[in-house]
T-cell receptor, first 117, second 112 residues
Framework: EAGVAQSPRYKIIEKRQSVAFWCNPI?????LYWYQQILGQGPKLLIQ????????DSQLPKDRFSAERLKGVDSTLKIQPAKLEDSAVYLC???????????????FGPGTRLTVL | GDSVTQMEGPVTLSEEAFLTINCTYT??????LFWYVQYPGEGLQLLLK?????DKGSNKGFEATYRKETTSFHLEKGSVQVSDSAVYFC???????????FGAGTRLFVKA
């Protein structure tokens, strides 16, 4: 079974530029997550989709970050314009919780390392 | 709000030493608890989980017990190997699985 795919793996941009990341979850997984992992910290949830609807985007800086999951499969995360503090690894994860699941195992992609200069 | 606190690293041990990485949490309700591991150059992967009080999660020689009375989920292994060198993340998720909160991670170095 193929894992979560992300691209690009690395990206270097100047501040105020825009950037987009792509994620393809595990086939059949209804839930997709985007996390931001700053060096030395744990992943922080940015946005969570259930199929193509947003479940939680409370920590997404909506003035500069946007995400979409058209057709409920793959997803893109965009930053426009980028700031120096956006330098981080952006992780995508997917899961397939059943209706009354009491836990939620997430499968992570390799991440995209973003450097903003 | 909900939070996870884990011991700061790095933790450096010799091969075959006993490992404990402390994790405590604050949460409303009854969260599920997880340990994820990130090996060098790889993505995060689930190591073990526990979904209710007194449950013990185990995998690859690692264990952790869900202690509701002390709000803890400490990770232990009786004899570490060099290949266990990685960053370990404690995490919790609410019962609906709609929010996962990670600790800051603890880096483990195991020397031969």
């Amino acid at each position: 079974e193929a894992g979560v795919a992300q691209s690009p793996r690395y990206k270097i941009i100047e501040k105020r530029q825009s950037v987009a990341f792509w994620c393809n979850p595990i086939s059949g997984h209804a839930t997709l997550y985007w996390y931001q992992q700053i060096l030395g910290q744990g992943p922080k949830l940015l946005i969570q989709f259930q199929n193509n609807g947003v479940v939680d985007d409370s920590q997404l800086p909506k003035d500069r970050f946007s995400a979409e999951r058209l057709k409920g499969v793959d997803s893109t995360l965009k930053i426009q314009p980028a700031k120096l503090e956006d330098s981080a690894v952006y992780l995508c994860a997917s899961s397939s919780p059943t209706g009354l699941a009491s836990y939620n195992e997430q499968f992570f992609g390799p991440g995209t390392r973003l450097t903003v200069l | 709000g909900d939070s996870v606190t884990q011991m700061e690293g790095p933790v450096t041990l010799s091969e075959e030493a006993f490992l404990t990485i402390n994790c405590t949490y604050t949460a409303t309700g009854y969260p599920s608890l997880f340990w994820y591991v990130q090996y060098p150059g790889e993505g995060l992967q689930l190591l073990l989980k526990a979904t209710k009080a007194d449950d013990k999660g185990s995998n690859k020689g690692f264990e952790a017990t869900y202690r509701k009375e002390t709000t803890s989920f400490h990770l232990e292994k009786g004899s570490v190997q060099v290949s266990d060198s990685a960053v370990y993340f404690c995490a919790l998720s609410d019962r609906k699985g709609f929010k996962t909160i990670f600790g800051a991670g603890t880096r483990l170095f195991v020397k031969a």
